[in-house]
């Protein structure tokens, strides 16, 4: 009873840490430096990148190399949005992110043939000859790439009212828009996923997971399951792409299909944290940014340092960062799993008829 | 001002772009020291782009909001001075460009590329370096020096140095307007491994003159083969890949009186404003404090400090920004690398406001008995003042 | 009609034939036995059935609508459930969640139903005490169980059930009895691959023997019992 | 006439290509290892060539047979210490580890040796070729091409004919059964990295002869290689031979269409071949 | 069971799978020699004990002794080096090898010579010299299991571990490959069988154990055991059949 009763406590506890958390966050561009904001900012649309691929890898046993892919057409289509057809950065984040989940459906056709280590190579091409194509588009410079023209992010939705509100530049007002933007799509990443695993469907994958053919036995359709996340993931990760390159402001092909930035570091933020739970990327995210923050000024030494890392906790810690905390305390933050009804009553309940 | 003035310096330190930034160390010192000599109070902040610009455009915004610098400072490839000034305009930080061809830096900034009518100058970046005009001059001058059927075989990949040459505002114009037969095989991707598509193009075109704007490695793969399946050329005339002794000599035999741009040499007869040394002075002091050969962008990179100095003493206020972009927009100043001044009339009415040229010659590399290369400055139309070193001579 | 019917299902392994021309019907809500040596070829029948496998030939059918190319998540949409000889637990889930995902999906229970319905199954199944638990952690015997509870969680009009009782003392085999005579008495239709004969006489109706994939007989289970060849071949004790 | 030229150009690249791809494909097929830092580990070895070169002016060809043993050695070492600690079912930790590699490998090199672009000079064959009827074909390239088939064939004779290329074989099907034979998987697979570093080796001779190399190029041909192995079929080294031509045959009529087209056209063809054959060219029996 | 030093000797052996305990103190003694069946149903464990002592499983408690040694720490090549070989369940043959290769990379450890070589196991089983070229997995299900069994003799073993070697056989086929035994056991090798099939376990061995749920229920030989008592241990129920 008293254990039942500490649990419930620190549930109630850490869901009013969580709230202040949020508050605090949504505060930042309010009572934070600018620096604080674009600081948030790169973790929190790193953050959602490791979710998506953390959906793909650690629970639908997806193991993408193709995520750049996403990236890139969320950030090329905002801004043919943006420059073509005159229309607002954030409504071409939408149309990006749109425009990636409609790319995974025939990439999905293809890679879906492909098992393990083949799926992976099968996303990387793929995604490859997303860049080649990107790099004949002329009208948005083709391989040399575009920016976004000057003042863009002044008039985007949302910024002169902020300017005004807290009486900012534009610029940090644009900061504070784009930050929010990227905390509530963190946020929804995070209570997308939780539902979503917590749910028939997540449960279901992670049976997949676990035991594929039985999983077909008790009528999950696994491929149905995957193209799903599939699909949905490349939502997830063409918005955070378009949402990115508002910040970087300009694009090329070879960087906003930058199988490094936007994959293999996504993939070590994930591994680093713990692939296959939630607060994982989360912690991944907060490591990295870490090390980036102290250690990129050292270029290739901060490299080795983050190749290093990745080798050792594959070797060392092969569940992660989290994985090691669960382990050491027993304690689990997002827990996914459906604890079974207290036994009422000892009376059969009616089951209800098969239609 | 009295406050203690924060310089940002952003440049590719690592990453297949670091051959550029070889100076930046021994530069940033220099600096530093002269400046304290001369009574400037001033910091340096260096953030190394990694070649990539998408960590270019973080370091920019961290030098802004973290660092809070008065003024930045950035060099070579559009892949890093592009996204740093991108930023810093929209955050009204002056910035001081350099060791990028204006083209792809003034246009490959505006929103719409193909669209000339949309461009828009700048408040707060100011750009110095040559131009495709000049390097395409120079080239073209060197092609009329020698006895040639004047049809020219170019191999432009599809980057941004490639695609500026192509367009309507690089060679195909000029080399018509001078008379000569152009054949451009296509848009290639960078590290391409095979060129037989474009070797079999020339020699169809029966093409005596090749050019182009290939990386190294690219370059030495297409010589390679060019010479194994029987193409030719009298004259090779290549930018960006010969521009370091490095790639050069590389080539070994191959590597004989290939041309290329030179846009500096401690031939070059200027003088530093900020330190008094000639060009050879400042090599030869790079050569002893780096160890290493000289190499173009050098100049350059001092340069930058040299206009930035220059601009701090000028402004009113050098934290103020908008008094400090003032204070360069009216910067004429004898660097090392030639005269820089913005709003000149060399430069086209669009870009005038934020571009200043330097002058550009031709050059020749030329082996010598134990294997090293000279550069001899064969074409100088640009800037007389420059000396010849010899005469193009034809590839055997 | 029958439920299930099967006719010249024929299934090779390469050079080995495993199944073998089996033709039978299995009428709304019957019990069907089948009993064989080791390899006979019983669990591949259980595969082809539940569409693990797909025959080399042969029609089955499902109500009398041919399911032969139909996928195994299909087959359990159209009221097939399995267990499986070797148990596949999912072993990262609990006892219950292993339940609740057979009855969400297979058994398109909705989420409010599903927990009522998976406790009862478990309370019937005697896993109750187990139901946090994660099934990789159980042992065989309640992982045999696991199979059964989850087959019935997908709310089946044919269960297929491979060797659950191997191994029960006496008194759980009783239990067994009791909860397999329960679901059949729910009209569920069963069919019962078995080595416990008297467990497993004591609910079917009918008995068949396979031997080399062929089937030797089906009958009353009398019939089958009392003759010596099925004894023989069954116990491989010369009698 | 043009044509023809495209193919054979084509061939001759695509004997680069497999080149790259064999020691890929040897430690693919044997222990299902996706190696992300081969391309890094051949920009190695192109510079433990040009360190023997500098240092004794030998030529490449020769230091590259002193580079052979050391690169071999190399490579059990890191089997032994590394790739062994992390092979099993999950294809993520091998993933991870080796693109971990690939990233200290590259700024190491970037740190010993900047990112200078070097070459290793071969004296007068750079430039030579042969004329066979209508075709000019670089030495080289024909070097490469034919080495590219001596390997394999190398490769093949070892896998088929010798009781090393059993254990190879054997482990390949069942690295669980192969421990009754008295055989250590993770010693087969040690001797595999080793032998596959020796091919990478070989691989990095051709490329320094071909362009210049930096210690950031490793990465650019790695996909190539991957698309050539698995076209081919996993394990077949006959079939990633096939697979190199392939992609270097796409890429080279790519190319005679529109330059634009070259590397696309590789994929293409990658893709294409993988909608009609999900397993490759020449997929084993058994997977 | 046995006078004189036991060859093998399991002794209170347990062993996992992850959470999962498969063996709970098991105890077996082999002579040289001797033949010993060990039955069981489905899932008792027999597998897993073969396995461990093969050291293919890491054991957990308990002690596998080789004449007297202690090798349940060894890894599973050095315990073959011991002289320990076993025919795996489920033939396991290689794919990718032919039939001859299969047997040749049962030599794989083996130092000098023996009773056992390429020769003789083609005299054992001459079918397979006709299909030496053939990749064995090209082979009936009784062909494999004679490879299999060539295979492990290759190495010219003083203990054969065979799990299962009748399952899915055809009963000439069975009878042709326990037609082996006898004669392997002339060459010196002592053997461990796991068979279903009661009645030729009876047949061929000195002593029978009879495990269930991860326990040995019942051993002893053949000729002691009523068929009630094995009955009693393999289902665990007491009932007269008919
Ligand atoms: N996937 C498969 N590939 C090859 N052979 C198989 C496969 N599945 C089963 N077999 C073989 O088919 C035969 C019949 O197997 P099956 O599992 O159906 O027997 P069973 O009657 O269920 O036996 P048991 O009573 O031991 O469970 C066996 O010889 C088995 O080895
Ligand atoms: N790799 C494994 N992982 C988890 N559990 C396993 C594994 N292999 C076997 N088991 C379990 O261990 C128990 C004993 O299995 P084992 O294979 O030893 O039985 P067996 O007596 O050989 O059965 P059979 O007659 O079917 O071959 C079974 O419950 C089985 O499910
Ligand atoms: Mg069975
Ligand atoms: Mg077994």
Redesign the interface.
């Given at each position: 009873m008293s254990s039942s009763f500490s649990k419930g406590s620190a549930r109630s506890l850490g869901i009013a840490i969580a709230v202040v958390l949020v508050l605090g966050m949504i505060a930042v561009p309010v009572i934070g430096?600018?620096?604080l904001?674009?600081d948030l900012f790169?973790v929190l649309t790193l953050l959602v990148l490791a979710l998506n691929w953390n959906m793909l890898?650690g629970f639908a046993g997806l193991?993408s190399?193709g995520q750049q892919a996403f990236v890139g057409i969320g950030a090329y289509v905002m801004f043919a949005c943006?420059?073509?057809w005159g229309l607002d950065p954030l409504v071409g984040v939408l149309v990006g992110g749109v425009a990636a989940m409609l790319f995974s459906i025939p990439m999905a056709f293809?890679a879906f043939?492909?098992n393990?280590?083949?799926f992976?190579?099968?996303t990387?091409?793929?995604a490859?000859?997303a860049r080649?194509?990107a790099?004949?588009w002329?009208?948005l410079?083709?391989?040399?790439?575009?920016?976004?023209?000057?003042?863009?992010?002044?008039d985007m939705f949302g910024v002169p009212f902020v300017k005004d509100l807290l009486d900012v530049?534009?610029?940090a007002a644009?900061d504070a828009v784009t930050y929010w933007l990227a905390l509530a799509l963190a946020l929804a990443m995070l209570t997308i996923s939780y539902v979503f695993l917590r749910s028939?469907m997540g449960?279901?994958l992670?049976?997949v997971?676990?035991?594929l053919?039985?999983?077909?036995?008790?009528?999950?359709?696994p491929t149905r399951l995957k193209a799903l996340v599939f699909t949905l993931c490349a939502f997830g990760t063409g918005l955070t792409g378009a949402l990115i390159f508002i910040?970087?402001?300009?694009v090329?092909p070879?960087?906003a299909f930058?199988v490094i930035?936007w994959t293999?570091f996504v993939?070590?933020i994930v591994?680093i944290g713990g692939?296959g739970t939630l607060p994982g990327p989360i912690l991944g995210a907060l490591v990295f940014y870490a090390l980036e923050r102290l250690l990129?000024?050292y270029?290739?030494?901060y490299?080795?340092a983050?190749?290093?890392?990745?080798?050792a906790?594959?070797?060392f810690a092969?569940r992660g960062l989290w994985g090691l905390i669960t382990d050491r305390t027993g304690f689990d933050l997002l827990p996914l799993?459906?604890?079974?009804?207290a036994?009422l009553s000892e009376t059969?309940?009616p089951?209800?008829e098969?239609? | 001002g009295n406050a203690k003035i924060r310089i940002g310096y952003v440049s590719p330190?690592?990453?297949p772009l670091s051959a550029f930034s070889e100076a930046d160390n021994f530069m940033v010192a220099q600096f530093l020291e002269v400046a304290k000599a001369q009574g400037l109070d001033v910091e340096v902040i260096?953030?190394?782009s990694?070649s990539?610009?998408?960590?270019a455009?973080?370091v920019a915004?961290?030098l802004i909001?973290?660092d809070q610098v008065n003024l930045i400072l950035v060099a070579s490839t559009?892949?890093t001075t592009?996204?740093v000034c991108?930023?810093a305009?929209?955050?009204?930080i002056p910035v001081i460009s350099s060791v990028a061809p204006w083209q792809?830096w003034f246009i490959?900034?505006?929103?719409?590329?193909?669209d000339p009518g949309?461009w828009?100058p700048?408040d707060y970046v100011y750009h110095f370096f040559w131009g495709l005009e000049d390097n395409i001059g120079a080239f073209l001058r060197m092609w009329d020096s020698v006895q040639t059927n004047r049809k020219v075989g170019a191999l432009w990949?599809?980057?941004?140095d490639?695609?500026?040459w192509a367009s309507e505002v690089g060679m195909p114009p000029a080399a018509a307007a001078a008379g000569f037969e152009l054949t451009d095989a296509g848009?290639y991707?960078n590290l391409t491994d095979d060129f037989s598509a474009q070797i079999n193009a020339f020699k169809r075109a029966e093409c005596e003159i090749m050019t182009g704007i290939p990386i190294p490695p690219d370059f030495t793969t297409f010589w390679t083969q060019a010479m194994q399946q029987g193409f030719n050329p009298k004259v090779v005339s290549i930018a960006k890949a010969l521009l370091f002794p490095e790639s050069v000599v590389a080539l070994g035999d191959l590597g004989h009186n290939l041309s290329c741009e030179l846009y500096w040499s401690p031939a070059f007869p200027y003088k530093s404003s900020l330190t008094g040394d000639s060009s050879a002075d400042l090599a030869g002091k790079f050569q002893e404090a780096a160890k290493r050969q000289w190499t173009q962008p050098v100049g350059f990179t001092h340069a930058l400090f040299e206009v930035a100095a220059d601009a701090l003493k000028r402004a009113e206020d050098p934290t103020d920004g908008d008094a400090l972009a003032e204070a360069i927009a009216a910067t004429r100043l004898d660097t090392v690398v030639g005269n820089i001044g913005w709003g000149k009339e060399n430069v086209p009415e669009f870009a005038r406001r934020n571009v200043a040229k330097t002058p550009l010659v031709g050059g020749q590399w030329r082996r010598k008995e134990d294997g090293s290369f000279d550069l001899v400055i064969v074409e100088n139309g640009n800037a007389p003042e420059i000396p010849l070193g010899g005469t193009l001579e034809l590839l055997a | 009609m029958a439920i299930l019917s099967l006719q010249n299902v024929s299934k090779s392994f390469g050079a080995l034939k495993v199944t073998d021309d089996v033709r039978f019907e299995l009428a709304e809500g019957e019990a069907l036995g089948i009993i064989g040596p080791n390899g006979a070829g019983k669990s591949t029948l259980f595969n082809l059935i539940?569409?693990?496998l797909r025959p080399d030939e042969g029609v089955i059918t499902l109500s009398g609508r041919d399911v032969t190319g139909e996928?195994?998540?299909q087959r359990?949409?159209s009221?097939v459930?399995?267990s499986?000889q070797i148990p596949?637990?999912?072993?990262?889930?609990?006892v219950?969640?292993?339940l609740?995902?057979?009855a969400?999906?297979?058994?398109?229970?909705?989420?409010h139903?599903a927990?009522?319905?998976?406790?009862?199954i478990?309370?019937r199944t005697g896993l109750?005490e187990s139901?946090?638990k994660p099934a990789g952690s159980l042992s065989l015997l309640s992982r045999k169980r696991l199979e059964l509870a989850?087959a019935m969680?997908?709310?089946p009009?044919v269960i297929l059930l491979d060797e659950i009782a191997g191994g029960l003392t006496d008194g759980e085999c009783v239990e067994l009895v009791a909860t397999i005579r329960g679901i059949h008495g729910e009209g569920i239709a069963i069919i019962w691959i078995e080595h416990v004969l008297h467990a497993l006489t004591s609910v079917v109706e009918r008995l068949m023997v396979l031997n080399f994939g062929k089937m030797l007989m089906i009958g009353a289970p009398d019939e089958v019992m009392a003759s010596p060849e099925v004894k023989e071949i069954y116990l491989g004790i010369e009698v | 006439m043009i044509w023809l030229d495209t193919l054979v150009q084509g061939v001759l690249l695509g004997g680069l290509y497999a080149l790259f791809a064999a020691g890929l494909s040897l430690v693919?097929g044997i222990m299902?290892l996706?190696n992300l830092a081969h391309g890094d580990l051949i920009v190695l070895a192109a510079y433990v060539i040009l360190g023997i070169c500098s240092a004794t002016g030998m030529n490449p060809f020769i230091a590259a047979t002193l580079a052979l043993p050391v690169m071999f050695v190399f490579g059990w070492l890191l089997q032994t210490h590394?790739f062994n600690?992390?092979l099993g079912e999950d294809?993520?930790?091998p993933?991870?580890?080796t693109?971990?590699?690939?990233?200290?490998t590259?700024?190491?090199l970037?740190?010993f040796f900047s990112a200078d672009s070097r070459k290793l000079a071969m004296g007068a064959v750079e430039a030579q070729s042969v004329t066979l009827g209508p075709f000019t074909l670089g030495l080289i390239p024909l070097a490469t091409l034919g080495s590219a088939f001596a390997v394999i064939f190398a490769l093949n004779q070892l896998f088929y004919r010798t009781a090393l290329g059993r254990a190879f074989r054997a482990t390949s099907d069942d690295r669980v059964t192969v421990q009754l034979m008295g055989i250590y998987p993770q010693k087969v697979f040690a001797i595999a990295t080793g032998i596959a570093l020796m091919v990478a080796t070989l691989a990095a001779l051709y490329l320094g002869a071909r362009a210049n190399f930096d210690p950031t190029i490793g990465p650019a041909r790695l996909?190539y290689a991957?698309?050539a192995v698995?076209i081919g079929g996993l394990g077949s080294l006959w079939g990633t031979l096939a697979g190199g031509l392939v992609i270097g045959v796409a890429q080279a009529f790519g190319a005679a269409i529109n330059p634009?087209w070259q590397?696309?056209a590789g994929?293409?063809a990658?893709?294409a071949v993988?909608?009609v054959r999900?397993r490759g060219l020449f997929p084993r029996a058994n997977d | 069971m046995s006078e004189g030093e036991p060859l093998l000797a399991v002794e209170a052996l347990t062993a996992h799978y992850g959470d999962f305990q498969a063996l709970f103190g098991v105890d077996l003694h082999l002579d040289p020699g001797g033949c010993v069946a060990i039955i069981g149903a489905n899932g008792a464990g027999k597998t897993t004990l073969m396995r461990t002592i093969a050291g293919i499983l890491r054991a957990g408690a308990g002690r596998v002794l080789l004449d007297g040694a202690e090798i349940q720490r060894l890894a599973a090549p050095e315990v073959l080096r011991h002289g320990v070989a076993m025919v795996p369940e489920g033939r396991k043959l290689f794919p990718s090898l032919s039939v001859e290769e299969n047997l040749l990379i049962g030599a794989h450890e083996r130092k000098g010579d023996g009773r056992w070589n390429l020769e003789t196991i083609y005299d054992l089983f001459p079918i397979l010299r006709e299909r030496r070229r053939n990749p064995g997995t090209a082979l009936s299900g009784g062909q494999q299991q004679m490879v299999a069994i060539g295979r492990a003799l290759m190495s010219n073993p003083r203990v054969l571990l065979c799990d299962e070697i009748s399952l899915g056989l055809a009963p000439v086929v069975i009878r042709d490959i326990y037609a082996a035994v006898p004669r392997i056991r002339e060459s010196g090798t002592a053997i461990v069988v796991v068979e279903q099939d009661i009645g030729q376990a009876l047949k061929i061995a000195d002593y029978v154990y009879c495990m269930m749920e991860g326990r040995v229920t019942l051993s002893g030989r053949p000729s002691d055991l009523s068929r009630e008592a094995i009955h009693d241990a393999y289902f665990g129920v007491s009932h007269d059949l008919a």
């Open positions: 430096s600018r620096a904001v674009q790169s890898a193991v190399v943006t420059i073509l293809f043939r492909l393990g280590a083949y992976a190579i099968g990387w091409a793929v490859d000859i080649l194509v790099s004949q002329t009208a410079g083709g391989g040399t790439g575009t920016s976004l023209p000057k003042g863009t992010t002044k530049s534009s610029a644009a028939k449960l279901g992670q049976a997971r676990d035991n053919e039985a999983a077909r036995s008790v009528g999950i359709n910040q970087i402001t300009r090329t070879q960087a930058a930035d293999a993939i070590f591994v692939i990129a000024d270029g290739t030494v490299l080795i983050l190749g290093l890392l990745g080798i906790v594959m070797l092969r799993g459906h604890a079974p009804p036994p059969r309940q089951v209800p098969r239609t | 330190q690592s990453g260096v953030k190394d990694q990539n610009p998408n960590r455009a973080e915004r961290e909001t973290r559009p892949e592009n996204p991108t930023i305009e929209a955050e009204e792809p490959g900034q505006q929103g719409n590329p193909s949309s828009q700048f990949p599809n980057d941004g490639g695609n500026a848009r991707q | 539940a569409g693990n996928s195994p998540m359990c949409a009221g459930g399995r499986f596949q637990p999912f072993g990262h889930l609990s219950y969640e292993n609740l995902v057979a969400r999906f297979g058994g398109g229970v909705s989420g139903d927990p009522a319905l998976c406790m009862d478990l309370r109750a139901a946090a989850r969680a997908t709310r009009r | 693919f299902r996706v590394l600690r992390v294809i993520l930790p993933l991870l580890v693109f971990g590699l690939s990233v200290v590259q700024n190491l970037l740190e996909l991957f698309e698995i634009e590397i696309l994929h293409l990658f893709v993988l909608l999900p | -």
